[in-house]
C-alpha cells in the first residue's frame, strides 16, 4: 500500500510538471501579445521584478534583480531617490545576518541571495544599472513583514510611471493597493512570494 500511493505520488508530480510547462508555454505567450510597453524598469524588494521580466521575455532593465533588501524601509529610502543612490559605487559589506554576498550603496544595504560571489553581484548590478529608463519606471510594494502604513503612504506619493502596492489589508485612501484576500484574515501578507499553483504556477 504504501509503495502504491509512493507511486501515485510520483506520477501526480510527473503529469502536474509536464501540464505546467505546456500551460506556461501558452500563458507567457497570451502575456507577451498583450503587452505594449516593453521598455521599462522594474524595481521590487525581492524577487518580484525578475519573475515578470522572465515571464514576459524582457531583458532586465532594473539592478534590483535576484536579489533582496533587508529591511523595506531600506527599499523605500532606495526607491524614493533612486539617481542619488544608483550614483554610489556598490561597496562589499558584511553581514553575519546572511550567508549570501552583501553589498552597501551609500546607506542601503543590498543581499545577492542568488549569487555566489560579491563580483558576480557587482558585475551584474552594474550591467543592469545602465539600462534603466528613467522615463518609464515602475515600482512594486508589499506590506510583508515589516512595512508599516506610513510606508504605504510615502511607496503612494513616489513620482513615477506606475506602482503598485501588494498587501493583506484593504487601504480605500490609498491608492495603488492591490489586496491578495487570502491573506485578509491575518492582516499581514504571510508569504515572501505568493504561493503559485502548482498545476498553472499562476
Known amino acids: 500500500m504504501h509503495r502504491l500511493k509512493n507511486y501515485l505520488l510520483e506520477k501526480s508530480y510527473l503529469i502536474s510538471n509536464v501540464f505546467l510547462m505546456c500551460y506556461q508555454k501558452v500563458y507567457y505567450r497570451r502575456l ?14 525581492n524577487c518580484y521584478a525578475g519573475l515578470i ?10 539592478p534590483t ?15 524614493s531617490d ?19 554576498p552583501v553589498g552597501v ?9 542568488h549569487y ?23 515600482i512594486i ?13 510615502r511607496l503612494n506619493q513616489i513620482p513615477c510611471r506606475g506602482k503598485v502596492i501588494l498587501t493583506a489589508n484593504e487601504y480605500p485612501d490609498l491608492d495603488n493597493t492591490i489586496q491578495i484576500k487570502k491573506y485578509s484574515k491575518d492582516h499581514i501578507m504571510n508569504a515572501y512570494l505568493l504561493e503559485k499553483s502548482r498545476w498553472t504556477g499562476k
Not at 32 to 38: E, F, H
Not at 141 to 147: G, I
Open 32 to 45: 507577451r501579445k498583450r503587452l505594449k510597453n516593453r521598455d521599462f524598469s522594474l524595481f521590487s524588494p
Open 53 to 62: 521580466y522572465h515571464r514576459l521575455g524582457l531583458q532586465f532593465k532594473s
Open 65 to 79: 534583480i535576484n536579489m533582496l533588501f533587508p529591511s523595506k524601509k531600506e527599499y523605500l529610502k532606495f526607491v
Open 82 to 100: 533612486l539617481k542619488r543612490y544608483l550614483s554610489y559605487e556598490l561597496v562589499e559589506s558584511e553581514d553575519e545576518r546572511f550567508p549570501y
Open 105 to 113: 550603496i551609500g546607506d542601503v544595504e543590498l543581499v545577492f541571495n
Open 116 to 138: 555566489k560571489s560579491f563580483d558576480e553581484a557587482k558585475n551584474a548590478w552594474n550591467k543592469r544599472k545602465q539600462r534603466i529608463n528613467f522615463d518609464n519606471i515602475f
Open 141 to 153: 510594494f508589499d506590506d510583508y513583514v515589516d512595512a508599516e502604513y506610513d510606508d504605504l503612504v
